[in-house]
């Protein structure tokens, strides 16, 4: 019994891994259910059909929304009969997950009968714990998928800013209209910054341009704190990157820390330094600050994809964990 039990989940493993959650914007729900009903199986839940999943959803549906969900007559084989009843295959559009994709996720937990009380102001994964793992390998790959449409339909920006403002507004007194605000006027501040340094390395200016690199850098590492509901015991620049040490990629922590030190050195050592110590020739400090100016732009780059991994990805109110317990 062992065997073949482990034989279904090997198998329902690599179904997980090939199933294809929406081909041109739209999810074939038959088979998203029966996978479903399957993974709940081998984690140890029996539900009485997979029906009951499938019409979970569709009943979450309301008539304004019914254009987004395309029902295709088939000719089938009597080994396909049991997969689309009648004949009939539902597709559902993304757009319809993006709406109710948290209540589907939380309703499943009631269906599933697990006899699990939900605690109050519960999360919508509340009944995810680990012991669920077949049934989080589906239900992830369809977050993530959800989370792939909101990075790349997002052109304009107001999605990252309305995730960063619910992280940020959850773990300050601040409300959410307020957070939003603040960080559409930051959106703002920084285009006029990344201009301002642009211009600033074409001019020559290569000191303008690495104080406000700095700013840029720091802003970034001060927004990852808030959204863990941590602030900066100080702003030093210094201490800023020793606390996001863990969230930045490997390797970036010492590449902003060596500029930091290049940062301090052309901001302040120019004409101030010990008189025991060789002065910096007026040409060594112009090239050596253009040099520092040009890797701070490389910098903030690079904080900045990373700084979009962690709103869309980590943040985003599609990521997937498990619960506690």
Known sequence: MVVLMDKFVEELRDCIAEFNVFQNHYLNLNVFSILLYDCLEADGYRISHWHDLYNLFIGLIDDKEQSLVRVTSLELSADTQGIYPGGKVTEVCSGLFLKHYHMFVQNIGYVAELELDPPEDHNYNYWLTKKFENTFRLLNKLS??????????????????????????????????????????????????????????????????????????????????????????????????????????????????????????????????????????????????????????????????????????????????????
């Open 144 to 325: 993530l998928a959800l989370i792939e449409i909101t990075e790349s339909n997002d052109s304009t920006g107001k999605y990252s800013q309305a995730v960063q403002a619910m992280s940020l507004s959850a773990h300050t007194n601040q409300d959410l209209e307020h957070t939003l605000q603040v960080l559409l006027q930051k959106g703002d501040s920084i285009a006029f910054a990344d201009e301002r340094i642009r211009k600033a390395i074409g001019d020559g200016y290569y000191l303008e341009a690495i104080a406000l690199q700095e700013s840029r850098i720091a802003d970034r590492l001060c927004l990852n704190l808030g959204f863990n509901g941590r602030r900066a015991h100080k702003k030093a620049f210094a201490n800023l990157i020793e606390e996001n040490q863990k969230e930045l990629p490997h390797g970036l922590p010492e590449q902003l820390d060596k500029w930091r030190r290049d940062r301090n050195k052309f901001l302040h050592q120019m004409v101030r330094s010990d008189f025991q110590q060789k002065q910096i020739a007026a040409e060594d400090f112009q090239n050596g600050a253009k040099q520092a100016a040009i890797t701070g732009s490389e910098l903030v780059e690079k904080i900045e994809c990373w700084f979009r991994c962690q709103v869309y990805r980590e943040q985003n109110p599609f990521r997937l964990r498990f619960a506690e317990g």
